[in-house]
């Protein structure tokens, strides 16, 4: 492909499919602040395990809004060219900022509001507004990096009086990533199964199954992007076969692996 047509392909994906980037957050390990400006085709938020504070520019006044852990793959709202800055905490680190248990936002996308006192989100509203007036084009980019940081700083503080992270979390994360399975790391962690589940829903929005096999769809995603032959990444990935792979792709995003691939549904 020669350079112009490269440069013309780039640009009709990021119509299509919309620009989308991230970079590590200042509020813990795992966390990320991420933009993205829709395009013209569908927008497929991948279920990962977290939750996000997000500021949206739809609508005349923009919002400020909480998606809670998906369980299968959903379409963003907002019509094409719409803007969003958001704030991606870590699996399990979302309810110290938040204020309720995972599983109460599981599969939602909410009003800050209905979630933090009105005041405040007022004031975080209007501080991110306030950037908005970064109008010009070329400072598009400006513009979201000092609304990422006012969702990083309204994050910080809510942390800074919340309880300290339960330890255990940390394992089911670790344990779920290395394929161990419920029984295992209920028994790692000192818990029963049943306190286990408890645990995880709060903190995950799910049971830790549920989490182990969200998290092993990430790992195959990031490997699949790299090229690697789909079998591989099957067995890297720690499924059964290339057909369980696939299986589970098409039911946690709703479309086949090369499809989702290719942008079209991501």
Wanted: with cysteine; net charge positive; proline share 6%.
């Amino acid at each position: 492909m020669s350079e112009h047509r490269e440069r013309e392909h780039r640009k009709r994906e990021d119509r299509e499919c919309g620009a989308y980037r991230e970079r590590r957050a200042l509020v813990g390990r795992g966390a990320a602040v991420w933009t993205r400006t829709a395009g013209t085709g569908p927008q497929r938020v991948l279920p990962d395990g977290c939750t996000d504070l997000i500021w949206s520019e739809a609508g005349p006044d923009g919002e400020l809004l909480v998606a809670g852990p998906d369980t299968r793959a959903r379409l963003a709202p907002g019509p094409p060219g719409t803007r969003a800055v958001g704030l991606r905490f870590a699996p399990g680190q979302g309810p110290a900022v938040l204020g309720v248990p995972a599983h109460e936002l599981r599969d939602q996308l909410v009003p800050l509001a209905a979630l933090w006192p009105g005041a405040e989100v007022r004031r975080l509203a209007e501080r991110i507004a306030e950037a908005e007036r970064i109008a010009d084009a070329e400072r598009t980019a400006a513009r979201q990096a000092v609304q990422g940081r006012l969702l990083e700083d309204a994050a910080l503080g809510r942390l800074r009086t919340a309880e300290p992270p339960d330890p255990v979390l940390a394992a089911i994360v670790a344990g779920v990533s290395r394929g161990t399975g419920v029984a295992g790391i209920a028994a790692a962690v000192g818990l029963g199964e049943r306190q286990l589940h408890r645990r995880s829903l709060a903190a995950f929005g799910y049971g830790a199954k549920t989490l182990g096999r969200v998290l092993r769809l990430n790992r195959a995603l990031d490997l699949a992007r790299t090229g690697v032959p789909f079998a591989a990444v099957a067995a890297t990935a720690g499924y059964a076969d290339q057909a369980h792979l696939a299986r589970e792709v098409r039911t946690l995003t709703g479309v086949p692996l090369g499809r989702l691939l290719q942008g079209s549904g991501g």
